[in-house]
């Protein structure tokens, strides 16, 4: 008798197959306790409504989720879910009530669940005290807490007695940058900025300490650091090797980007180019490097795929952009040197051939290789600009995350509603728009469901969301999706 085939625990091969397992982070305490003069520090460019961004914004992300990965959980149910006598306990990782989805995964979840490890807890306490300042008396005290209090208090700084120890993390909601998976391989990060060191910290202990990633062990990467980085300035520049997975796109099995930007260095392309091609993960990686500017932070800021023939992005990087087509000759002319900092560069390498990389001129240009080359897409490849490609709107709306979508499926999008003239370049292309409350209800009266959506931009909630600088491709990190035909 034949063995049936397993699911695998772990597996992505692309942005758009049906995403079947993911990690998520909900908006903890943490976010409210953010104040004006950390909030760059921390940052964050503005100060977040708690619960606003709770039940009136994340709530939606969380049921949709569910609906399409782990339907069980939530049909039939969103009235008494969301009863005001329910208090959002279904919602609170912290809670009996919590709805603990073994595919839409909460990470203070899986933190919590390796402390319950004496020698595990043990370990994390001094790491997380050593890496805070934090008093032997305190420390003393934390090995005190049970798990679930321990796992809050590493999240948000704050104990259960309301007595903040430490700084919060509140980029912990961008399960994204905390590592990626590639194939059945997962790249831990390197954060960039010391916000968000303890979130790789604790990254690191839940991937090699908790069952769900048991099987995987010698697949966790890091990237290692330079020989005698140490010595190194205290910045190290291009030298210093910093990876956030917002930089990081799984495009086909074979094929991975990795951006170099704000918060990516060329050094940890280059090591993680060297580590993936040893490992035999992926056979090519195009790097893709973007202005480092606050504007674009992660390369998923500036495009995202929606259909293996559509993709979305910022009309900056076009070719009628880069080549100035719209420009007069003189004009063209005399502006087609911009200051290096502003340029898109983008290099591919094959792991048989590093020594002959392939170059693009421009991000379309390259997409449209990988629809057509690595996806095998006979159709018309079709780009949908931000702000539909009209100024001020494009920079208005990449700067709240317009090019910053997650497809549960392919053609199936999540985006803000605030990005107007980005959802009208979505009706133009033929995509029905929907909100996130309107089809939830048609979920719950049998209208339709996650199987029938095809080509549909889901409008969610973002007036607090967006002040928080990510989209939802930022606030997830999927552990497994379908592959591909």
Not at 196 to 210: C, S
Not at 327 to 350: G, M, T
Request: charged content about 30%; proline content about 4%.
């Amino acid at each position: 008798m034949a063995k049936k085939a397993t699911t695998p625990q772990l597996m992505v091969t692309s942005e758009i197959g049906t995403l079947r397992r993911l990690l998520v982070h909900s908006p903890d305490s943490g976010l409210g306790k953010v104040v004006p003069s950390k909030a760059q520090d921390w940052l964050f460019e503005d100060i977040v409504h708690l619960d606003t961004i709770r039940r009136k914004e994340y709530d939606y992300y969380t049921k949709v989720l569910l609906y399409f990965l782990d339907p069980e959980k939530v049909k039939g149910k969103l009235s008494a879910i969301d009863a005001p006598q329910r208090k959002r306990n279904f919602y609170k990782p912290g809670h009996k009530d919590f709805f603990k989805s073994d595919k839409v995964i909460e990470l203070q979840w899986l933190l919590a669940d390796i402390l319950n490890n004496q020698k595990t807890k043990l370990k994390l306490v001094a790491s997380v005290c050593a890496l805070e300042g934090v008093a032997y008396a305190t420390q003393m005290h934390m090995m005190e807490l049970d798990a679930d209090a321990l796992a809050k208090l590493f999240i948000s700084g704050t104990s259960d007695d309301n007595e903040m120890l430490f700084a919060p993390i509140p980029n912990f909601i961008f399960t994204r940058d905390i590592g990626i998976v590639i194939s059945d391989h997962v790249l831990l990060n390197k954060p960039a900025r010391q916000a968000r060191t303890r979130e790789a910290l604790l990254a690191k202990y839940i991937f090699f300490n908790h069952p769900l990633f048991a099987a995987f062990q010698s697949k966790i990467l890091e990237i290692p650091e330079k020989h005698h980085h140490f010595l190194n300035p205290k910045e190290g520049g291009e030298k210093k090797v910093t990876l956030e997975g917002g930089d990081v796109m799984v495009v086909s099995k074979d094929h991975l980007l990795i951006g170099v930007s704000e918060r990516t260095s060329w050094e940890a392309a280059h090591q993680a180019i060297n580590l993936l091609f040893e490992e035999k993960v992926v056979k090519k990686v195009t790097v893709v490097r973007i202005p480092k500017k606050r504007d674009y932070m992660h390369i998923d800021t500036v495009f995202t795929q929606v259909k293996r023939n559509v993709w979305v992005m910022l009309g900056n990087f076009s070719k009628k952009a880069v080549k100035r087509l719209d420009e007069d000759p003189v004009e063209r002319i005399l502006e087609n040197a911009p200051k290096k900092d502003e340029k898109i560069s983008l290099i591919q390498f094959h792991h048989k051939q590093l020594d002959k990389p392939v170059y693009f001129d421009n991000l379309e240009a390259l997409l449209e290789d990988i629809s057509k080359n690595d996806l095998g897409c006979k159709e018309k490849v079709k780009f949908i600009y931000s702000g539909n490609n009209e100024f001020p709107y494009d920079a208005r709306e990449q700067w709240t995350d317009s090019c910053n979508l997650l497809a549960i499926k392919e053609g199936v999008v999540l985006g803000y509603d605030r990005n107007d003239k980005t959802v009208d370049a979505f009706k133009h292309a033929g995509f029905n728009v929907v909100h996130v409350a309107d089809l939830l209800q048609d979920f719950e009266a049998g209208k339709t469901s996650p199987e029938q959506l095809k080509d549909t931009f889901i409008l969610m909630p973002s007036a607090e969301l967006s002040r928080a600088r990510g989209g939802f491709h930022c606030m997830s990190m999927p552990l497994l999706r379908d592959e591909i035909d």
